[in-house]
Structure formats: C-alpha cells, structure tokens
C-alpha cells in the first residue's frame, strides 16, 4: 500500500508540473504574439522584457532540462524522459493550434477600436496589446518556433528513453 502510494506522487507531481507549463506557455505565447510587433523605437524597453518572457525559453526550460538530467541521473532516466515527452507534445499541440487561431484571426480581420493610451509607458502599452492585440506575421514567429523546439525535445525524449 505505502509503495504504491510512493509510487503515484512522481506521477502526481508531473501532471501538476504538465498543467502549470501548459498554462504558463499559453500565457507566454500570447503576450509575446500580442507585442510582436512593438519595437523598442515605440516602446523603449518592449523587447527586453519580451526576452524574459520568451515562451521558446519556458519550453526549452520545461523540456531541455529533464532530458539533460535523465542522461546525468540514469537511474531515473525513464520518469525524466516521459516528463520530456509530455512537455513536448503539450508544447507542439499548444504551439500549433496558437498558429491556427491567429492565422483565423488574421485573416477574419478581427479589429479592435480601443484608443490608444495618452501616457505612453511599457505599463500602458502592455495593458493596450493585451487587451486590443494587433496581430502580425511576426506574431507567428512563436508558435512556429515553439512547435518546431517541441518536436526536437519529443525526439530528444525518445531517443533519451530507449536508451540512446
């Protein structure tokens, strides 16, 4: 009884771990599809602060990190890489169905009229873009990234847990 219990808390904690990476990374993508097209030249400091959001950087976190430990650590290898793979495929599900709804949005020409705000600050800005995106081909540039990085942690995963 107590093993079987000690055995279901590692898979507890993945799926928690699972939704909180899905839910950060949509968030991410969102922001960063939001505010692509915002230069420093408009907003000073926009790009600094979407470099530290960046989803690539969450999904290469989330997925890189315990593929790099399943190859250290050998005797927890397959949990860390079926960790991987999920991310991997959340990560490219995620990431392609980003890209079809703003490529749905794009070309339904969905508008938004709110005036753009007075006292221009990254504050203002962010608030504006979140809430009245103006979506770009660079706003693609994520999900595009995001399910091609999924697709190399998915291999990575695999090859991680037959051994390779």
Known sequence: MREQAREQKPS?????????????FLAELYLFAATASI????????SAFRIRLHPLV???????????????WRTRRAPLARFSERIGLLG???????????LGLETA?????DPLPLVREL???????LR?????GRSAAAP?????????????????????
């Open 12 to 24: 507890q904690i993945a799926t928690v771990l699972t939704i909180v990476f899905a839910i950060a």
């Open 132 to 136: 009245c995106p103006t979506f770009s």
């Open 58 to 72: 969450l999904l290469l976190f989330s997925g890189g990190a315990p593929l790099i430990a399943a190859l250290v």
């Open 109 to 113: 020409g969905v508008r938004c009229d």
């Open 39 to 46: 230069y420093d030249s408009y907003q000073p400091g926009i």
């Open 144 to 164: 595009v990234y995001g399910a091609l990085l999924s697709a190399l942690v998915l291999v990575g995963s695999r090859i991680v847990r037959r051994g390779g």
């Open 92 to 102: 490219g599900v995620i990431s392609l169905v980003a890209l079809l709804v703003l």
């Open 123 to 129: 504050r203002t800005t962010l608030e504006h873009s």
